[in-house]
Nanobody, 124 residues
Framework: QVQLVESGGGLVQAGGSLRLSCAVSGRTRSTAAMAWLRQAQGKGREFVAAISWSGTPIYYADSVKGRFTISRDNAKNTVYLQMNNLKPEDTAVYYC?????????????????WGQGTQVTVSS
């Protein structure tokens, strides 16, 4: 069983920054690709960013490219999402997910363990 716990969400003004963290624990998936996904109220879950176990390749959704940075510290079993220049449309619950493989993909179906999520709200 894999446990994922997100933290770092909150309320921020447009143009501000937040850093999300995801602590990973459990007996399996120590070499898994990791991803961040989000779900806005009334909408489906969408891909945000993903990183392979080795650190490359990395993928971003077009909507966050140049503003968000995903990273990981395998020694600490933690994945991060640095979010800069936040926009009101970034408002959503952000989820951390562990992949079935070591290499990252943009396919949500390739991630089968999810955290409980952390709320990010960006005011205009």
């Amino acid at each position: 069983q894999v446990q994922l716990v997100e933290s770092g969400g909150g309320l921020v003004q447009a143009g501000g920054s937040l850093r999300l963290s995801c602590a990973v624990s459990g007996r399996t998936r120590s070499t898994a690709a990791m991803a961040w996904l989000r779900q806005a109220q009334g909408k489906g879950r969408e891909f945000v960013a993903a990183i392979s176990w080795s650190g490359t390749p990395i993928y971003y959704a077009d909507s966050v490219k140049g503003r968000f940075t995903i990273s990981r510290d395998n020694a600490k079993n933690t994945v991060y999402l640095q979010m800069n220049n936040l926009k009101p449309e970034d408002t959503a619950v952000y989820y951390c997910a562990a992949g079935r493989h070591t290499s990252a993909t943009k396919n949500l179906h390739d991630y089968d363990y999810w955290g409980q999520g952390t709320q990010v709200t960006v005011s205009s």
